[in-house]
């Protein structure tokens, strides 16, 4: 022994020797498994309670022979082994150092290096060798599971349909996922080893050239997301939406280029946007043909009305100069009856149907006038609008007791004038169709909900039969048409168009055959536009 | 009825009618005479004879002269030249644009009012389809007419 060891170690090989704690430390605490071999008795090992405890056994279950591990070690392994016994032992320069398996116990494989030294005679005949088994399982596991990740990823870019093109500092590409031969139109791997920036037009090229030399290299492109042209091999070029990002490798920088092609979606995009355009306008076209008819079948009616009162101017002429005039009785009842009923009762029907159609067209002329003007949108105030609809129609709700009531309502997005005409219509109608036979309850109330401001009309009146609450929005529908309900029957198609023109929308509930719900939507402000409006509860009793 | 006291300067001008429903020219007739005007009424069935009239064009009688006044009544959707586009060449006219225009439509439509107004029209009439409405109308336009001064063509 040297006299230049430190003396802690000097203390920790008399230890060894003398005290069993010491060993059984290092044997079982420090390494998962060792082993002594005598190699001039091959069947003479000494295996650790470790060696054996890492394949599942306990110190009694596994007998110290060398048969026992060259059984339970895996067959493939067992030739490397001992091949590296020969050449430790012929070449103590030639370490005794691998990677092997062993069964467990319980049938799985464990990992262990298994590294040794022997120990020589004077001659240098190994006599000994002293063996320690590390357990490399997990590093193992981690190996394994790396390559399937790899696996995973390769595959993900492969089955990407996108180009997926990886770019050097150099601006060279180094690979290229099946689809980039797809979207340039030739083998992917002819593309590898050109510059990435032969992958577009001259003038692009150039563009991303000079940012290049501007900024010393390609590193000005990490993160960017550009639409530009790309050029397919065939001379084509395509828009493409391009996301660039960088990662490192033990190489250094490299680019990943992601180039999607998004040339059928601009194309779509433009047909949509054509078509939108044609279909408004054959729309205004209809509108303006609807409006241009009504307006010509009125100029009729005015013929009707006027030719009819002249009728009647005539008829009191003619009965003023029968004044005095000698007729039998029976001329003189047979004009009568002409004069005092047939024609006036005729002239009554021209006179009542001409007014009845001036009042239809009029409908008609209003309701195409609605799909026609200008929506002056803004942020309202409901709870004010609905108070201006109450106090218009107060005589009404006065004249027939009805109780109103409001409650708080959320602002929305619209036209102060065509909402306050949807109020107006909705509340007109629900006192319109109040049963007689009960008190009138009319009830406003809203809520928010999400990006739609949501507004409820009821009313407890005669109610609608289910099967008849889509026809009520019809043009013309009327609930009764003989009875004495007045109305050109058109007010709830006016309120329905003007709620598709604010993107809102309107449906009616009832239940119990009592009273109508209607449920009104009309988009709600963005927070930004909303400014500071202080809410009240209405309760109005009349 | 009162009858108005005019300055002899000042003659009744007279009423030129563009009307293309030969019904509705009659009843406006009938009701300004009904209101107690004495001017002379000249109806156009289109705006076009209308035009040929103005530009001395045409073989109407009498023709237009420039010693006398007019006031024009026009109706908007005619056959051959509109009201409105007989309106835009007339206000476009160095001498002619002296002429009051009032437009005399069934047509309530504030945009329809507005385009005309800015074409220049001096008044904007709305015939009722209800005849009671309608004889109202007229007779108070009438009225208007009597107590309406226009400069003379010419100048």
Known sequence: MSTQEHHLKQELLERLGSDPLVFRYLESGALDGMWYWDVQQPKHVWLSPGYKALFGYTDDEVPNDSDWWQQNIHPDDLPLVLDNFKRHFKDPGCPFDQVVRYRHKQGHLVSVRCRGVATRDESGRAVRMLGTHTEVSELNRLVEELQHRKDHLTNLVKSIPDAVITVGVDGVIEDANPASGDVFRTDAKTLIGKPVLSLFPPEVARAIDIDRRNTGGMDFLKGAVLAIDALRSDGEDFRAAVSINAFRTAEGHKFVWLLKDVSPELRHEKERQSLTRALEEKNRELESIIYASSHDLRSPLVNLQGFGRELRHACEEIRGALNGVELTDQQQQKLHSILEARIPEALGFIDASSRKMDQLIRGLLKLSRLGREELHLKVLDMNKLVQDVKNALEFSLREREVEFEVGDLPCCIGDEALLNQVITNLIDNAIKYLDPARRGHIKVYGRARGRQSEYTIEDNGIGIPHGMLEKIFEVFHRLNPQSDVKGEGLGLSIVRRILDRHNGSIRAETSDGIGIKFIVTVPAPRPSEMNNSTKKVHHAGI | ?155
């Open chain 2, 1 to 155: 009825m009162l009858e108005f006291e005019r300055n002899p300067h000042c003659p009744p001008p007279t009423v030129l009618l563009a009307e293309d429903d030969p019904g509705h020219a009659r009843l406006i007739q009938s009701n300004l005479r009904e209101s107690g005007i004495k001017n002379p009424i000249q109806h156009f069935e289109d705006g076009a004879a209308l035009l040929d009239f103005l530009h001395a064009k045409s073989d109407a009688a009498p023709a237009l002269d420039f010693t006398n006044a007019y006031v024009l009544l026009l109706d908007i959707r005619m056959p051959k030249v509109s009201g409105d586009e007989a309106l835009a060449k007339i206000k476009e006219h160095s001498q002619l644009r002296l002429i009051p225009v009032v437009m005399l439509t069934t047509t309530d439509d504030p945009k329809e009012i507005r385009r005309c107004f800015e074409l220049g029209c001096n008044q904007y009439v709305t015939k009722p389809v209800d005849y009671d409405q309608f004889v109202t109308v007229i007779q108070r336009l009438g009225a208007f007419l009597q107590i309406t001064c226009v400069p003379v063509l010419g100048g």
